[in-house]
């Protein structure tokens, strides 16, 4: 059964730090780009970061550039965001995404979806 399971959610203090990880089973990561996306109340699901599985390529949007990470263990099977300096607008749901094509910020792109983990920053 393919699955992504996300962890690492949680509550922190602006400028704090979380990891977050992307646990795959059914399948392997090695040929999949991994994005994170994350959605806030009211808000539309935006794209975070991706890796890509071609050549370990990473992107950011701009809003997280310079202070989150993107990372995969293919020997673990498992995406990772590392997020510093953690603000307000960072709280949402955060889904980690696998695309077998290339990395992209439109969630049409991605063939499977973690069932999210919820970061908050309170203000």
């Known amino acids: 059964q393919v699955q992504l399971v996300e962890s690492g959610g949680g509550l922190v203090r602006p400028g704090g730090s979380l990891r977050l990880s992307c646990a795959a089973s059914?399948?392997?990561?090695?040929?999949?780009?991994i994005a994170w996306f994350r959605q806030a109340p009211g808000k539309e699901r935006e794209g975070v970061s991706c890796i890509s599985y071609r050549d370990g390529s990473t992107y950011y949007a701009d809003s997280v550039r310079g202070r989150f990470t993107t990372s995969k263990d293919n020997a673990k099977n498992t995406g990772y965001l590392q997020m510093n300096s953690l603000k307000p607008e960072d709280t949402a749901v955060y889904y980690c995404a696998v695309s077998d094509v290339k990395c992209s910020w439109y969630v049409q792109g991605y063939n499977y979806w973690g069932q999210g983990t919820l970061v908050t920053v309170p203000s």
């Open positions: 059914g399948f392997t990561l090695d040929e999949y780009a």
